[in-house]
């Protein structure tokens, strides 16, 4: 099984925009104005506007033709926040996350971004999982913020 990492690009949006919502609907910590909200954010039109701002990365995942992952997020200075990674539940535990994770900390390095930001919701797991294995350092606690709920900040530093 090969993965590739690229950046979106247009023709795979209607795949990526599909991808984010079937995926958004089945985080089960995420109430339903969360994801009614979130899947507005990236319809095609919202989509086809962040990837020409060049502000904005998003990278994409993907195991032949079929989207597997993605990772999106924007420069704040000399700083990136991740907004997004999701990856499919049949293509975790594979090495997915972190690949699309070290394409983008390789072109943040070259871009000298010092620091990235994540958030996780308080009960993901899995998201805590991976940025501790990653070495992030937790900085706070967020309550009853975006959409009401709780999250956890951390940063890394590159």
């Known amino acids: 099984m090969v993965i590739k990492i690229g950046k979106l690009?247009?023709?795979?949006?209607?795949?990526?925009?599909?991808?984010?919502?079937?995926?958004?609907?089945?985080?089960?910590?995420?109430?339903?104005?969360?994801?009614?909200?979130?899947?507005?954010?990236?319809?095609?039109?919202?989509?086809?506007?962040?990837?020409?701002?060049?502000?904005?990365?998003?990278y994409v995942a993907k195991c032949g033709k079929n989207v597997v992952g993605i990772l999106n997020g924007h420069y704040d200075e000399d700083i990136f926040w991740v907004s997004w990674l999701i990856v499919h539940e049949n293509f975790r535990r594979m090495g997915v996350a972190g690949s699309l994770l070290n394409s983008l900390f390789n072109?943040?390095?070259?871009?000298?971004?010092?620091?990235?930001?994540?958030?996780?919701?308080?009960?993901?797991?899995?998201?805590?999982?991976?940025?501790k294995k990653l070495k992030c350092q937790k900085?706070?606690?967020?309550?009853?913020?975006?959409?009401?709920?709780?999250?956890f900040l951390w940063q890394k530093f590159l």
Request: glycine share 2%; proline share 0%; charged share 30%.
């Open 9 to 58: 690009r247009g023709e795979d949006l209607s795949s990526v925009v599909k991808f984010i919502s079937s995926n958004i609907d089945n985080v089960s910590y995420y109430s339903d104005v969360a994801k009614k909200a979130e899947k507005q954010k990236y319809n095609k039109t919202n989509l086809l506007s962040k990837i020409k701002n060049k502000n904005f990365i998003f």
């Open 107 to 131: 072109l943040l390095v070259k871009n000298n971004v010092h620091k990235v930001w994540f958030d996780t919701r308080t009960d993901n797991k899995e998201s805590i999982s991976l940025v």
């Open 139 to 151: 900085i706070g606690v967020v309550k009853n913020h975006w959409h009401k709920q709780d999250y």
